[in-house]
């Protein structure tokens, strides 16, 4: 671990996204995955098929984050235009990319099935751009500079992200403790839980209520820090303030309602 804060952004290209069409999974994919490795999600954006909010989108994170993840986009359709913006963002060209080309080759003969143009479109990757291995399907993604460039499909994401961890940097580790109680209400906490929020240092609080029906509901306290001692402290404070109020607090590790 470093002391160096390394953050992220996801930006997820699709009409389909915006459309309510296609629900994202991809968030909480990428986020889960690169918390073990000290980075945060720090904001994530949704922009249609269109090259030049793309190209703005990721000009104003790649600029702003340490790591920028994009998903969706790289197919071999027509509107399948994200590795054209991200060239276009980089101000390089584009072309199809040697190895990939071969390896798409060799993979279409392989099930007998014609590598038309549309399929060769999948081996186009900006110039200077390192491939990204899909187990999945085949087709790539690739890195360019600081943005990881990814499927939309979610098993083939997850495919990707098997060759994205030795590329980053570590960040600092935050853990995070949860403390919930059953019947609880966020109203009976709310200002010794404020209160707590501002006398505690180096320690970020959060309450996150839950209502699955009448007789089941309740609230989960979850404290993050990425100093441990703080942490334990932390957890024995929320558990005292649930108990203040006469409930009986469970503690979870990790975070989870």
Not at 140 to 150: A, C, D, I, R, S
Request: glycine share 10%; net charge negative.
């Amino acid at each position: 671990m470093t002391d160096e804060k390394v953050t992220a952004a996801i930006c997820l290209i699709g009409d389909e996204l915006l459309s309510g069409r296609t629900r994202d999974i991809n968030t909480q994919q990428i986020a889960s995955f690169l918390g073990p490795y000290g980075i945060p999600v720090e904001e994530v954006r949704i922009v249609p098929d269109d090259q030049s909010r793309i190209v703005e989108a990721v000009n104003e994170l790649r600029a702003r984050y340490t790591y920028v993840f994009t998903t969706g986009g790289i197919g071999p359709t027509h509107d399948d235009i994200t590795a054209d913006a991200i060239a276009a963002a980089f101000g390089v060209g584009i072309g199809h990319h040697p190895e990939v080309f071969a390896m798409l080759q060799a993979r279409y003969d392989a099930m007998n099935t014609e590598f038309t143009e549309a399929r060769q479109r999948m081996a186009r990757l900006p110039e200077g751009a390192k491939p990204i291995t899909n187990p999945v399907s085949g087709a790539p993604g690739f890195q360019t500079g600081n943005v990881f460039t990814l499927a939309g499909v979610p098993s083939i994401v997850q495919g990707m992200l098997g060759d994205i961890g030795h590329r980053l940097k570590q960040g600092i580790i935050v853990k995070s403790v949860t403390v919930r109680s059953a019947g609880l209400r966020e109203g009976d906490i709310a200002e010794k839980l404020g209160l707590l929020a501002r006398e505690t240092d180096g320690v970020s609080l959060g309450s996150y209520p839950w209502f699955r029906s009448p007789t089941d509901h309740g609230v989960a306290l979850v404290a993050r820090s990425s100093d441990e001692a703080k942490l334990a402290r932390a957890q024995t404070q929320l558990v005292d303030l649930i108990r203040s109020v006469g409930q009986e607090p469970e503690i979870l590790e990790g975070e989870a309602t």
